[in-house]
């Protein structure tokens, strides 16, 4: 079994081993619909939704060789919070065991994007638009954005590059965040912002946008890319971000050939067609792609 493969699996180990991929509570027991259990995943009035998390339960527990989840009692937020927490787990053990070169060691967290090179001129915005309360009118006070995921990439030393390649001495590129000894205050440059939705609705999706268009219209430097990941299980409520103008570069699903088996097992043509449809036009990938994606 190769490094991803099993990075892969414990990733859904540790989902399931922390009471986030379970089933919904009702007296100590899975709450059902219907009869079918309800996965913390699912939108628990949907009967599609309901029918499809459950079917992906059961292809996630045969691919992790788990016996069967646990029962939940985490709210909405507390369930964000974890999948924020266990996918920037596996993402950093993932790019933690790639280091191609030195030019790729990354930071890892989660917060304000002002710690980034491209947006660290926004906490001066801040603190002038704190003195000026006349400037909120123009500015407002969203657009510092605070990732779920931040993914940054360390300055690095001239002799980084090879010898003889630059040096101080120069007096040149001395403006690139990219070098320690160029600009002088030294960030990391944020090289992905990943927002982390346990489950989609409506409102979520236009929660993301906001924050994509947030992280293009403030930066200085070059673009982060802009990532979300998501369990949601209906590919209806999926095509509602993954469809459309590219605010986001690319949506990741927590286990997507498990969720295209359960598609397929439902016989939903409409569900199976939208999914078909994502995953062909490269809007829709599974959480293995992530680590790959984010280092180029």
């Known amino acids: 079994m190769s490094f991803m493969t099993e990075a892969r699996s414990e990733y859904h180990r540790d989902a399931i081993k922390r009471g986030l991929f379970a089933y919904r509570d009702k007296d100590g027991k899975p709450r059902e619909l219907n009869g079918v259990k309800i996965v913390t995943c699912a939108d628990g009035s949907s009967d599609t939704s309901v029918q499809i998390a459950f079917l992906l339960s059961q292809e996630v527990l045969k691919s992790a060789k788990v016996k069967d989840l646990n029962v939940s009692t985490y709210s909405g937020q507390e369930m964000g919070r974890i999948f924020g927490q266990v996918t920037m787990e596996y993402l950093k053990k993932c790019l933690d065991n790639i280091k191609?070169?030195?030019?790729?060691?990354f930071t890892f967290g989660a917060g304000r994007i002002v710690r980034y090179a491209q947006y660290a001129h926004l906490e001066e915005i801040s603190d002038l638009v704190k003195r000026f309360e006349e400037l909120q009118l123009d500015l407002g006070e969203d657009y510092i954005v605070e990732g779920d995921i931040l993914v940054g990439r360390q300055p690095v030393a001239d002799s980084d590059f090879g010898p003889d390649y630059i040096s101080a001495k120069n007096g040149i590129a001395t403006s690139t965040p990219t070098r320690k000894e160029g600009a002088g205050i030294h960030f990391p440059i944020l090289q992905a912002s990943i927002s982390c939705k346990w489950t989609m609705r409506s409102d979520r999706a236009?929660?993301?946008?906001?924050?994509a268009l947030n992280l293009i219209r403030h930066r200085k430097g070059r673009l982060p890319a802009m990532l979300f990941a998501t369990a949601e299980p209906e590919p209806t409520r999926l095509a509602s971000l993954a469809k459309g103008t590219g605010d986001i570069d690319r949506v990741y699903h927590?286990?997507?050939?498990?969720?295209?088996?359960?598609?397929?097992?439902?016989?939903?043509k409409n569900q199976k067609a939208q999914l078909d449809l994502l995953v062909r036009g490269k809007r829709l990938s599974d959480i293995s792609d992530l680590p790959f994606d984010i280092i180029t």
Do not use: M
């Open 100 to 105: 191609p070169d030195k030019l790729r060691e």
């Open 206 to 211: 236009q929660n993301v946008r906001t924050e």
């Open 254 to 268: 927590f286990a997507l050939y498990e969720l295209i088996k359960a598609v397929d097992n439902l016989g939903n």
